[in-house]
């Protein structure tokens, strides 16, 4: 009889244990997270580099802006600047005749405002869904001009004058307030209580990076803050703003050859991290396009290929200003160039609008690591 309970228990145990479905379900053992190496994912034949978007456009230094449902480009053409609300039937032509700057765009809930310089000055318009164009806003004798949205307050950023101040205004306001007194860009992002600057200025054999805070209506808060300084010349900077963080990035010679280079930082322009360098092949009259995506950024540039054609190149940084992964070219299907990236997250991945070769744009969406799931 004992013999039968042990045998009774052993059956039991053996029905409930581990070897059981009920227990492996009730106990799933530990399974190894997934690595993906993200730096040459995008290179598997598998992959794609992006689904195009169905509409082919002519020009050239194609922007976007906006998201999902409501987003718009805006492009150089022959003769003045258009733009394009996904789904419109056709393009609008905003400005007619010679451009010298931009086009810039940015999206407030139903309204784009297209930006431009011309030899007049800086420019803006509004286009709306329906087509229809607001009457062009000037900026007489401004040059490089940038726009930032914070809720109901828009800031313009652009430089002024004989000597090349860099001031702000809003679009209604006739004075404007001059933050720094001069150098290259600027890039102007918005934050909680306002809006952030970046330019970059000579001083001495070296150039300095710097930003600073700006009140809603412009006005300056505190002093400037030194983000980087390094030995020779700086190309305009670029910045976005990602959550709690800053990325600014910029073009300079401390590795001899120039390189484009990225740092990030709280919102008041502290805790500057180690600079990260994504390229050494960029030119001082390049501006990266910058992104805040999910988890970090993404920086969007174009640059020559071993004397070749050049490409545009797409890379992952997180918060702390550290690469993910390697760059990685966003168009290698053929052998036209890809000039002049325009870069916008949106919650599913990236979108991309690029300049080609032959005069038309490319309109991609990707994946959130730049490139698409595998074709099966």
Known sequence: MAQLHRLIALVALTAVGPGCK????????????????????????????GQRIERRLTGDHPAVAGSVGARVFAWRTADGVAAWWEGMR????????????????????SLAYVGWSDA????????????????????????????????????????????????ARGLTDAAPRVFADGGAGPAVAAVPDGFMVAWTAREGEATVLRGRALALDGAPRGEAFEVQRAP??????????????????????????????VATSDLRGRGVGPVQRLSIRY???????????????????????????????????????????????????????????????????????????????????TGPLGCDAPLE
């Open 232 to 261: 020779g010349v700086m190309g305009a900077p670029s910045l976005a703003r990602g959550g709690d963080r800053l990325l600014f990035a910029w073009s300079d010679h401390r590795s001899g050859d120039a390189g484009l280079h």
């Open 120 to 167: 007049r000055g800086a420019a803006l318009r509004t286009l709306a869904q329906d087509a229809s164009l607001g009457a062009p806003t000037r900026w007489e004798g401004a040059s490089h001009g940038a726009l930032a949205i914070a809720g109901d307050y828009a800031l313009w950023v652009a430089r002024v004058g004989p000597g090349g101040a860099l001031a």
């Open 90 to 109: 056709a393009p609008v032509q905003v400005v007619e005749g010679a451009v010298t700057d931009g086009p810039t765009v940015t999206v407030q809930r």
């Open 283 to 365: 030119t001082d009259d390049s501006v990266a396009s910058v992104a805040a995506a999910s988890r970090g950024f993404g920086v969007a540039w174009s640059e020559a290929v071993s004397g070749g054609a050049p490409r545009s190149y797409l890379a992952r940084i997180d918060a702390r200003g550290r690469r993910i992964g390697s760059a990685m070219r966003v168009a290698v299907e053929d052998d036209s160039g890809m000039l002049h990236p325009s870069l916008r997250w949106e919650r599913a991945g990236y979108v991309l609008a690029m300049a080609r070769a032959d005069g038309t744009l490319e309109l991609r969406r």
């Open 22 to 49: 009920w227990w492996r379900r009730r106990h799933p053992p530990p399974h190894r997270a997934a690595v993906r190496n993200v730096a040459t994912v995008c290179y598997d034949p598998r992959f794609v580099t």
